[in-house]
Structures are given as structure tokens and as C-alpha cells.
């Protein structure tokens, strides 16, 4: 070292790095950077002593040697404007690594210290420090160094722990979510079985509901893709109340009486009923509260002469006027065994013509810009009715 002159001699800086004197003796890595080869015998005994890693620097090794280092001594002996600009240019690298930086000076200078903390460094060391001192910064240094490091080692530990467990919950959530949906389909698929006309009604449905959906994904608050799944996934449960009307009603062949209708339009509180029993046991949550819009309000009509409740515009819930569209779409292009299937534009003709009467007219709108989308869910369920289902 030029300049820093040794007060004690090797032997006493590599006591000074020992643990007897009660100063750090963390072994670790101290990054030499220098443009001499050599660190002072200070330091080559303090490490020697204390068991640290001393490693030149080496400029095309930089990222690897910050990487393993756990404090670096700048040497700014010489050429002490470089140095201190190099200490600049590797704060935001040492500092996102948590390395600690001390600057080696030969002269005693409070601004040339100033300007070492300014570009970075943690402490300084002058020519008017003992060797035990000198030794004793590194030490104290590189064992917070190390400190930092293990202390990031484990926060990343945790980290990876954390979205190894963040993983397994959203596979088990999604297997919840399966098996709920499962669930929830069969239950209405037992719903619709009663009605032995409606073949692959509910899947069709479930798939116009999805396409109306999609189309308004963004235009409104809350209207987002996981509101559209939700929608898509509770569209099949609109006639679930149809499990409670009596046989004779529901399956009656025949054109209903004016109490017979009432009753069959009953379906909609039944099922909303039955769904709101599942909400109080469930608690609140988007995919019942929708389900229940669906069921019932799939049958209200925009010009409010439709049922239950005789509701009409924007207070029928969105869920329930785009389940309405698909759920008409879907029952005149179907066969029944007391009329024949609609055609693909003669069923979107009525559905246009309902505008602003039986039908949301926005709706309507985007609804013509489904008409591919619905007819490709028409004939993919289509190849699907068995024969004794065909018309
Ligand atoms: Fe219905
Ligand atoms: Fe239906």
C-alpha cells in the first residue's frame, strides 16, 4: 500500500480479523478491486486469518465476482477520480445485490470521503487508520455483507416456497371449481332430463349466453372475462326451478291452461328459491348471486310484460337479458315434436324484431355480430342429438 503506512505490522491485522479479538471472523468473499494485483499485506493476513476469499477483479468476470462477493474494497490509491466514477457506475448493481462497498484512500481527506459516500461507498479507509482498524471495517463489512446475502437468500427461499404453494392452491382451487361446476351441471342437466324435448339445450344455451358475453366484455364496470365465465357457467341453470313443477304441467302436451301456465312460469321463483337456499348455506359470492339473476329473470321482458315479476329495462339484471336472447335463439331452432326447428336467419329475424320489445335492443345489436359464432354452436351440438332426438 503506498501511501497507508502499516502501524502494526502484519501479524497484529491478522489478529485484528480473528475472532479471539472479538472482531468478525465470518468467512466470505472480499472482491479486490484494484488496478494492482495485490491487496495490501493488511488485507492478505486479515483474510488469511479470518478465512475470507480474497479475489482479484476481474473486469469480464465483473457480474459473476459481484455476484459471489461480500464486500468490495475499492482501491482509489491511485487515479482516485476513476475510481470513485467506477464506484458510481456500480452502486445500482451492488446495491440491488446487497454488497457493501469500502474505498481505500492515501490521502486524509474529508471531501475525497464525502465523495466516496456520495457515489456509494459504506465507509472509507485513510492513511491515518491502524492496520487492526482497516481490518476491522472490512471485517465488520463483509459480515454485514454476508448478513444481507443469507437474509436474501432466504427471503427468495420464501419466495419460491410461497409460489410453490401459491401454485398448489390454484390447482386445488381449480379442482374445486371443476368439481363444483360438475356438480352444478349435473344438477340442472337432472333438471332438464324431466323434459325429455331439449336435447343438448343446456350446453347451447351455456355457449350463445358465452358469445353474448364476450362481446361486451370491457363496454361496462365489471364486465370482464371472469364475469363472462361466470355468466357461461350459470346460464345452465336458468330452468333449474323446473324441477319443481308437477309432471302433468311440465311434460303436458297439449297448450297449457291460464293456471297451468302460471304455474309452469313458476319456475323462475323456484329456482330462484332453490339457489338463494344454496346462497344462504354458501354465502355470497358472483357465481350464485348470477346464477339467481339468471333463473329469475331469464323470462322478464324489456318492455316489462314478461315474468316473474314484470320487470323491465336496465332493471333486469344484464346476466338475465343476454340468457333471455340465447335461451329464445336456442328454442326456435330447435325441433319439438309440435313444430319444426327455425332457420338460422329466420330465428336471428325474430330475435331482431324483439328489439326493444321482448329483448334487450343493445343486445339485439350485438347479437348480429354473432351470427357465425352462434351457427357454428348450433351445428357443433348439432352432430351431437342422437337420433331419437332429430326432428
Ligand atoms: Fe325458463
Ligand atoms: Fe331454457
Redesign the pocket.
Known sequence: MANHTPHHGPSSAAAAAGESRGLPATAGSVLWMSTQPHPPEWLSFAGTAAGWAIIPYEPRQEHAQLALADVVVLDARQDVGTRLVLCDQLRHKLLALGVPVIVLFDQDSSDLRMRALRAGAADCIGPGQSDQECAARVGTLLRLGSLERATRHQADQLRRQGQVLEQKVAEKTRDTVRGRDAIIFGLAKLAENRDDT?GH?LER?CAYSAVLAATIIGNREGVNAEWADVVERTAAL??IGKVGIPDGILLKAGPLTDLERTTMQRHTVIGGDTLNAIRLKWGDNPFIVTAMQIALGHHERWDGRGYPFGMSQENIPLVARIVSVA?VY??LTTARPYKTAMSHSDAFEAIVAGAGTQFDPDLVKLTRGCESQFAEIRARFAEQVTPAERP
Do not use: K, L, Q
Request: net charge negative; proline share 0%.
Open positions: 331439449t339445450h344455451v336458468h330452468d335461451d336456442d328454442a
